[in-house]
């Protein structure tokens, strides 16, 4: 056995694999090696269904099955080694009109990222698929390219071409520890040996939280049971394989809840049924190989009838054998994909639902990762990162159980669970509550989406068009543009950093130069090493040496454990997590200064407290940390300050602010706002695949300030010329939906560029989007069209921030609130 090489993969399901072909495939096979503790594809792999689902409503995770499916088509004739892919191709059957909206809006995102979806009518369907009862469908969408696969095989080819490439596979090797040596290093003990290494990937499927703890970490992955059903032969099958007819497609009916495929001219019937319990709850035992469980028919039944009702001829045969088997979860079914938290060169490839889908594409990128320090995609959706402490293995039985059984629901944008609530409130949640609050929650956090007033019923209305809460959110917004409005914010991640090296530190860290003033407020970002955006920060200087970073809430861990990461060894920065301790409550409106004035004795006035500044002040008998910023645009304050004193402000602004007019206001105002004032946001507009330039973040940077973190990838970026460009746009002509995000730009029906995000700016009274677009298009008063859910709009390029563009509203130029 070797000791000492460059990557240990320990996992030797479909994904450890794939990881280990991709990095002999960049040119590391002689210093990688897997070690996998039974033989190949003894976890989940084997006895998985093999389907290969292009459909996925992420962008990155989208991109990820694109490759992967591609990748598959080839492998066989790189390899030698058959797959067994069958391009059957697979429809998905829609029987009402929300869930054809779901599919509008999937095919506009499959569309940016060039996989292509054909839509069909009932009638189509029949011909395509004639055993289906056509009965209640409104109609349907078709993937061509993707199928099903033998999950072994496929395994087994990829280990070939990792082979022929270098790399080493050791079989019947338990990882048994982990350990890590002063330098940095890696020891991987097995009880064949010990192998030293720079870098691990962790892809152990089921047994992630085994491994997890070997290192210390509590990672947000437990399994639940899933099941199919293989049939008998079905002479329909039969006869129409002696005729020479293809294979039917793999058929979904999401509203019913199951997948069915041909299997040895038989049925294959995959449910997600409701009740499905986690398994392994505490880890399956170290020697498990192959494991099933017994199966539960009772938990199929409802799915059974509804696939017999839409196809009659799997009503009659036999039920040959029901796998169930442990399928690895996340709270939102995503993998993990990515760097672990708090280590350095620890990746995690673990929590694949779809990891036969997945695989391909995760070894991609976590090779790209590993080897050229980035990612080349958007990975936002996958990052391990994106889950936090509160993440427990009591909120993960409850929510994964929710997730599994939510496959197949529709997936409305404004979609918010409710298993594991509420879990992180702030101080006032009740007096929310109490005020019409409807919440959702972020990174375990109950925020206020949107206030039901005016005798509305407090609960959501999803949709992917302008729902119940639309006129609600117009209200909250024409209060806060005309009077005054609070937002709860608390769930913003903070942090301070300090010490004698935190000014050059941060310097370093991020794009912008740093506030000089103490006291003084910047938005600056950190960039990745080819100059996208990976964190933005509003950094305040608290004094010398001594600043406040406020960040994305359901961002906190990858921005801290970013920030972390880069922190000098010398110990002259210290990092100190204020996340939980400081809540924050954003006062914005033209009365906002009235409303301070009369809670506090400090000076609001434009000459005493100026844009962009802080400070330390006194609210009722509070202390607060009052920052001259929003991200709404109109005049106003953030307060942050301890936890404790929460109420206590919130009493004493709202028994000062009833005849101002204060009204609470909640996240899907702030949304539409920011749209408005075309502000970016990290994970749509900002983004590590686009560079700062592409995302116009021009006055955020400063090239000429001396070396910082991804300057030279940037400066490149901009020598090799921009792909992109951000643009505001005016959308022509809509009725009830706005884009969301993700919505093909189109001239003259080509594809030119992608929306990011969008919606409905009240104060302009416009449809808006922000999109990147390629630089020849981003000239203002260009045409463009825009799909929103299966329709073309003109969509019209307008100058940044349409609404206030001088910000003469947030600055208060003319005092006029004074
Ligand atoms: C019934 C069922 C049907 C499915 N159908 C599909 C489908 O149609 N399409 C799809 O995309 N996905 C499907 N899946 C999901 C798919 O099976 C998994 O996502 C995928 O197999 C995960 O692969 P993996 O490599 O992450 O995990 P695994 O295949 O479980 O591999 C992990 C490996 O790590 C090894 N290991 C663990 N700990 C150690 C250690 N300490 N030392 C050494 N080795 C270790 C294990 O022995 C195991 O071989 C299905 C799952 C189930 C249960």
Redesign the pocket.
């Known amino acids: 056995m070797k000791s000492e090489v460059r990557v240990v993969v320990?996992?030797?399901?479909?994904?450890?694999v794939s990881a280990l072909y991709h990095l002999a495939k960049k040119g590391w096979g002689d210093d990688v090696v897997l070690?996998?503790?039974?033989e190949l594809?003894?976890?989940?792999?084997w006895?998985?269904?093999?389907?290969?689902p292009l459909f996925n409503m992420s962008y990155s995770v989208g991109q990820i099955h694109k490759y992967s499916v591609k990748l598959y088509q080839e492998l066989e004739q790189e390899t030698g080694q058959p797959v067994g892919f069958n391009q059957v191709g697979n429809l998905r059957l829609a029987m009402n009109q929300d869930r054809m909206d779901e599919y509008y809006q999937y095919a506009a995102t499959a569309r940016t990222i060039g996989i292509d979806v054909q839509f069909l009518t009932p009638g189509e369907i029949k011909k395509l698929w004639p055993l289906c009862n056509i009965e209640g469908l409104v109609g349907g969408i078709f993937h061509s390219d993707d199928g099903y696969i033998q999950?072994a095989d496929l395994t087994q080819a990829l280990a070939k071409g990792a082979r022929k490439r270098g790399a080493t596979i050791y079989r019947n090797t338990?990882?048994l520890a982990i350990e890590q040596s002063s330098s940095g290093n890696w020891l991987v003990k097995t009880a064949s040996g010990d192998i030293s290494c720079e870098h691990i990937i962790s892809?152990?499927?089921?047994?992630a939280r085994q491994?997890g703890e070997m290192v210390g970490l509590d990672l947000p992955v437990i399994p639940v049971e899933?099941?199919?059903i293989v049939t008998e032969p079905h002479p329909e099958l039969v006869k129409r394989r002696e005729n020479g007819e293809p294979e039917l497609a793999v058929l979904r009916e999401s509203d019913g809840s199951w997948y069915l495929r041909e299997e040895n001219c038989g049925f294959l019937l995959?449910p997600y049924e409701k009740g499905a319990p986690c398994c392994y709850v505490d880890g399956p035992d170290p020697r498990a190989e192959c494991e099933l469980f017994q199966e539960d028919i009772d938990r199929l039944v409802p799915h059974i009838e509804a696939a017999m009702a839409r196809v009659p001829a799997f009503a009659e045969v036999g039920m040959k054998k029901v796998?169930n088997?442990?399928?690895?979860y996340t709270p939102d079914g995503n993998p993990i994909i990515g760097p672990a938290w708090g280590l350095d060169n620890f990746w995690l490839n673990e929590g694949?639902?779809?990891?036969?889908?997945a695989a391909g594409g995760a070894g991609w990128q976590l090779a790209e990762w590993i080897v050229e320090g980035e990612p080349t995609i958007d990975m936002l959706g996958v990052e391990p990162r994106r889950f936090g402490d509160y993440a427990t293995k009591s909120y993960l039985i409850e929510k994964n159980e929710e997730t599994y059984a939510h496959v197949f629901v529709i997936h409305y944008p404004d979609e918010e669970r409710p298993a594991a609530r509420p879990l992180r409130t702030a101080p006032c949640y009740e007096r929310l509550k109490s005020m019409g609050a409807v919440f959702g929650q972020k990174f375990g956090w109950e925020r206020a989406n949107w206030f039901a007033t005016d005798g509305m019923v407090q609960e959501d209305d999803w949709s992917f068009r302008r729902s119940k809460w639309f006129s609600a959110i117009g209200r909250e917004i024409a209060n806060v543009t005309a009077n005054v409005g609070l937002l709860d914010m608390t769930a913003f991640a903070k942090c301070r950093i300090s010490g004698p090296g935190a000014e050059s530190f941060l310097d370093y860290f991020v794009a912008n130069r740093l506030p000089k003033k103490v006291g003084g407020i910047g938005l600056c970002h950190a960039l990745n090493k080819s100059g996208g955006v990976h964190s933005e920060f509003t950094i305040l200087r608290e004094s010398d040496d001594s600043f406040y970073l406020v960040s994305a809430g359901g961002l906190q861990r990858l921005d801290h454990d970013y920030l972390q990461k880069q922190l000098p060894k010398s110990g002259s920065v210290r990092f100190t997590q204020l996340t939980g301790a400081n809540g924050v409550l954003v006062i914005a409106g033209p009365k906002s200064r009235e409303l301070l004035q009369r809670v506090s004795r400090a000076d609001f006035s434009n000459e005493a407290f100026r844009w962009l500044t802080s400070q330390n002040i006194v609210v009722g008998m509070a202390p607060v940390n009052a920052l001259r910023i929003n991200y709404v645009g109109e005049l106003g304050w953030e307060l942050h300050h301890g936890l404790e004193y929460q109420n206590h402000i919130f009493d004493a602004l709202f028994a000062a602010g009833e005849d101002l007019g204060l009204k609470p206001f909640g996240i899907r105002a702030m949304d539409s706002m920011r749209i408005e004032k075309s502000y970016r946001m990290v994970g749509t507009e900002l983004s590590i695949e686009y560079s700062a330039y592409e995302s116009v973040m021009d006055r955020f940077i400063q090239p000429d300030k001396g070396d910082f973190l991804g300057r030279d990838g940037l400066l490149e970026s901009k020598k090799t010329g921009l792909k992109n460009l951000l643009v505001t746009l005016e959308v022509r002509g809509v009725e009830d939906a706005d884009a969301l995000g993700n919505n093909a730009l189109l001239r003259d029906g080509e594809l030119v560029g992608r929306a990011t995000g969008g919606g409905f700016g009240f104060r302009v009274n416009k449809s808006l989007a922000l999109g990147m677009v390629q630089p020849e298009f981003s000239g203002l008063g260009t045409e463009l069209e825009i799909d929103i859910l299966g329709k073309t709009f003109k969509a019209v390029v307008v100058p940044d921030s349409p609404f206030d563009p001088q910000n003469e509203r947030l600055r208060d130029v003319n005092g006029a609130n004074d």
Request: proline fraction near 2%.
């Open positions: 320990i996992g030797g399901g479909v994904v450890g070690v996998e503790k039974a594809t003894s976890g989940s792999t006895h998985a269904a093999g389907l290969l999950p338990a990882v892809a152990t499927g089921n047994y491994t899933h099941q199919y995959g796998y088997g442990a399928i690895a694949h639902s779809f990891g036969i889908t």
